[in-house]
């Protein structure tokens, strides 16, 4: 069975940074094009950045020059590092692969951006 598992979340203060990763298992990892997506409370989750399986990106307006998405095809790990975090960043991050028609989703990772 595919596994997604993100780490790297917690609590950081405004202009903190954290570093998320996704690990993949079980699937052939360099073929599928990565995201990482966030839900806020009472808000409808959204992409916050993708990277194809030819290394291609795009980001959400809102984190432009904040967060950096990057894929270690030999880890089967996608990582998005996250730099001067605000508050309105404050959601439960999910990793997402996909390729044709299979899309996988982690279990996701709560990050907090709080004084």
């Known amino acids: 069975q595919v596994q997604l598992v993100e780490s790297g979340g917690g609590l950081v203060q405004p202009g903190g940074s954290l570093r998320l990763s996704c690990a993949a298992s079980?699937?052939?990892?360099?073929?599928?094009?990565m995201g990482w997506y966030r839900q806020a409370p009472g808000k409808q989750r959204e992409l916050v950045a993708a990277i194809t399986s030819g290394s291609n990106t795009n980001y959400l307006d809102s984190v432009k020059g904040r967060f950096t998405i990057s894929r270690d095809n030999a880890k089967n790990t996608v990582y998005l590092q996250m730099n001067n975090l605000k508050p309105e960043d404050t959601a439960v991050y999910y990793c997402?692969?996909?390729?044709?028609?299979?899309?996988?989703w982690g279990q996701g990772t709560q990050v907090t951006v709080s004084s």
């Open positions: 997402n692969a996909r390729v044709f028609k299979s899309e996988y």
């Open positions: 079980r699937i052939f990892f360099s073929i599928y094009d």
